[in-house]
């Protein structure tokens, strides 16, 4: 039988909300931002939990928050290094980028 006083892990909600949006929009750098804040909430999250394990139900969306957010972080990571050298490459240049999707249609 449950506790009535458990309540949902600290920042649970918030690093599962954030893990899920950084899932979304993984491939433009907000995906990395929201990765890397819902990481830290998950960790403080975590930490709080396991002060008092007792104290705390939820702890799933706190563990699935952390994932998303870290597979999130690296697929903005990624990203981001791929649109620096494309830049490199191109020089900067989304006139480069617009005539090269011109001649794909």
Request: with cysteine.
């Amino acid at each position: 039988m449950e506790n009535a006083n458990v309540k949902t892990a600290p920042y649970a909600v918030a690093a599962l909300i954030l893990g899920i949006s950084s899932l979304a929009t993984g491939c433009l750098f907000v995906g990395l931002v929201l990765g890397i804040v819902g990481l830290v909430l998950a960790n403080k999250g975590t930490t709080m939990v396991n002060l008092s394990p007792e104290s705390y139900g939820g702890i799933g969306m706190l563990k699935a928050g952390k994932v998303m957010s870290l597979i999130g972080l690296i697929l903005g990571a990624i990203n981001t290094v791929v649109g620096l050298i494309m830049m490199a490459f191109t020089g900067g240049s989304i006139l480069w980028i617009m005539d090269v999707l011109e001649d794909l249609m």
